[in-house]
């Protein structure tokens, strides 16, 4: 089957570091995939060469547009690549703070905005019916999360937990087929990672997605991966099932030293 | 439909702040010196809402707003020593700042912060300097002269005047107002907030910033347009880079991000500078009396201290409100009538 999203040969050399090297990825429709490392691995360099923030020094990446045809996306601007269906989370919580909780999901949906800067200017009648739909729309879909008794809160005053969840919902609200999710449950307590477990499959079900996620947090990498890719310094050293990676015996050595494979 | 409220309302003010003062004007209560105090008070909010736009708003700071108004205050001198139709002058010097902004705003607004900050003033400087040297048609150091009034009539210049810039000054608020509260806006204030979840969410920074200059331009070169034909005469130093820190200070003092804000600080800030001025000529004389004309060679001048009592007073304001009058608050008139219902 042909992948959503295909990344060939990716490297990125910043100076005289190569922070990833000869990185290959095929997400199929609807796979969850995790991405996992130690510290420094690469993996949000991985991220970013995928978003567009950085330009691949070498490979490209290639996913399925709208219309079913595959296209390269590296080289884009990040806005654009957004917009061809690739939305991303961050791993330090990237809201916009001083703006409210549906103002956060508005900025993802405005380059789906009918309306032009004239029409809004002059207040002519496709702004306030536009207007109106986005705020029902994005009602509906805080609804989903349950933080739609919180729409008018200014997002930095949001609990953690809920912030993290925003930067989800936001990242929904672009309409993208494949979803990166950068460290979801960094910074949480256990039971707030099982919760977010059942969000992401959630998310992932019910807007047929397709989701590349990293993370440090074993429990709910092997809880809902179906799948991961392993990096250290730059270099892919495994991929596979969760349980065959839990006993490959590089990935523990990459992970816990030389002496941990013999214990 | 709050928003709708909202307009109405500020329609409703407008219209019955622009009233009230004709009236006063009309019966003579207002006089002529409070008038072009008032218009000039008009022309500031205009320059300091473009420059909220672009620094507040959109998270941009720019220091060269003096030079956006020298080009409309001179592209419309020199289009109404000319003979061009009124108004078609007042919109040609504001289309012309815009088209200015538009390209400078190309290639400075790749950059962030404090280079944009620099590249602003430089081009500020550019312009000024660039109006000294073309004589030709700027009229030089030596300014231009004789540029046709709001009426015939010079004694009536100002009240006519006031008709043109409150109006101007009502639709440059509207104008904001409004492009703040659409997704466009919301955008703007998306990228002050964070650049690179903006970008990640979809919105063209570089366009919306682009945007954001190329309007503020339009309404800083209006405020100039309507400039030049109330003063008469426009020289060079007048737009210098204090006078783009002078509308700094109008957008800081009232709140980066509030409209209302700038709108009283504008007010407050040119009566405030105009009352310190005319003030230090007193207290100037009053020393020179005291001491006689002269004290042992040492004049005496309080001039520049005006200056010294405007720069405390923006000290102990920054000491106590940080983020200016209103932060980035605004006033909602739908709040006065709220209690009412």
Redesign the interface.
């Known amino acids: 089957m042909k992948p959503l999203l295909s990344a060939q040969h990716l490297s990125m050399q910043f100076g005289g570091l190569r922070a990833v090297h000869d990185f290959n990825l095929d997400l199929a429709v609807g796979e969850l995939v995790g991405l996992i490392g130690p510290n420094g691995a690469g993996k949000t360099t991985v991220f970013n060469m995928l978003?567009g923030?950085y330009e691949p020094t070498e490979g490209t990446v290639q996913l399925e547009n709208r219309k079913g045809g595959t296209e390269v996306i590296s080289g884009l601007?990040?806005?654009k690549i957004?917009?061809k269906g690739l939305?991303?989370t961050?791993q330090n919580i990237?809201?916009?703070?001083?703006?409210t909780v549906w103002?956060n999901v508005?900025?993802?949906?405005?380059?789906l905005?009918p309306?032009s800067?004239p029409q809004?200017?002059?207040?002519l009648p496709p702004?306030?019916k536009?207007?109106a739909e986005?705020r029902s729309e994005i009602q509906d879909l805080l609804a989903i999360f349950k933080i739609d008794g919180k729409a008018e809160w200014r997002a930095a005053n949001l609990p953690y937990g809920e912030q993290r969840k925003l930067e989800i919902v936001?990242?929904l609200a672009?309409k993208p087929s494949v979803l990166l999710l950068d460290e979801p449950a960094a910074g949480m307590n256990p039971q707030e990672t099982l919760e977010l477990m059942d969000l992401i499959r959630f998310v992932k079900d019910e807007y047929k997605l397709t989701v590349l996620l990293i993370e440090h947090d074993m429990n709910l990498v092997m809880g809902i991966c179906e799948r991961l890719v392993v990096l250290d310094y730059g270099r892919t050293i495994a991929t596979g099932l969760p349980a065959e990676i839990r006993s490959n015996p590089v990935v523990i050595k990459a992970y816990l030293g030389e002496d941990a494979v013999h214990a | 439909m709050r928003i709708l409220k909202n307009l109405v309302l500020l329609g409703g003010l407008g219209g019955g702040l622009f009233a009230v003062l004709w009236g006063l004007i009309s019966i003579g209560v207002l006089d002529d010196y409070t008038l072009q105090i008032l218009c000039t008070a008009g022309l500031n909010i205009m320059v300091a809402l473009s420059l909220n736009l672009i620094s507040g708003f959109t998270g941009q700071l720019a220091l060269g707003h003096a030079g956006f108004l020298a080009v409309g205050a001179y592209s419309t001198g020199i289009l109404l020593l000319a003979h061009v139709p009124f108004p078609l002058a007042i919109m040609g010097g504001a289309l012309i700042t815009a088209l200015l902004g538009f390209l400078i705003g190309f290639p400075a607004l790749r950059l962030r912060g404090d280079y944009l900050a620099i590249v602003t003033l430089g081009v500020g400087e550019i312009i000024r300097v660039l109006i000294i040297n073309l004589g030709e048609f700027t009229g030089g150091a030596s300014g231009l002269r004789n540029i046709p009034g709001y009426a015939q009539n010079i004694m009536v210049n100002n009240p006519a005047a006031f008709l043109w810039i409150f109006p101007a000054m009502f639709i440059a608020v509207a104008l904001v107002a409004n492009l703040i509260q659409s997704s466009q806006g919301r955008a703007l204030i998306s990228i002050r907030e964070d650049e690179v979840a903006s970008q990640a969410m979809g919105v063209n920074i570089f366009g919306m910033k682009l945007m954001s200059f190329t309007v503020s331009a339009f309404i800083a070169g209006l405020a100039g347009a309507l400039y030049a034909p109330f003063i008469g005469y426009l020289a060079p130093g007048g737009f210098d880079f204090l006078r783009s820190v002078f509308f700094v200070i109008i957008v800081v003092l009232g709140g980066m991000g509030s409209l209302t804000g700038t709108i009283l600080s504008g007010v407050g800030l040119t009566f405030l500078q105009e009352a310190l001025r005319t003030n230090a000529k007193d207290w100037s004389q009053a020393v020179a009396s005291l001491f006689g004309t002269s004290t042992g060679g040492l004049t005496i001048d309080f001039v520049p201290m005006s200056q010294v009592l405007f720069g405390l007073v923006l000290v102990i304001l920054m000491i106590f409100r940080p983020e200016g009058l209103l932060g980035t608050k605004e006033l909602r008139f739908t709040r006065l009538f709220r209690g009412a219902k």
Do not use: N, W
């Not at chain 1, 990237?94 to 703006?99: A, E, G, Y």
């Not at chain 1, 508005?106 to 380059?111: G, K, L």
């Not at chain 1, 809004?120 to 207040?123: I, N, Y």
């Open positions: 978003t923030v601007q990040p806005h957004t917009r939305a991303r961050f990237r809201l916009f703070k001083s703006m103002e508005a900025i993802a949906r405005h380059y905005v309306y800067l809004a200017v002059l207040r702004f306030g536009a207007e986005i936001r990242a672009s």
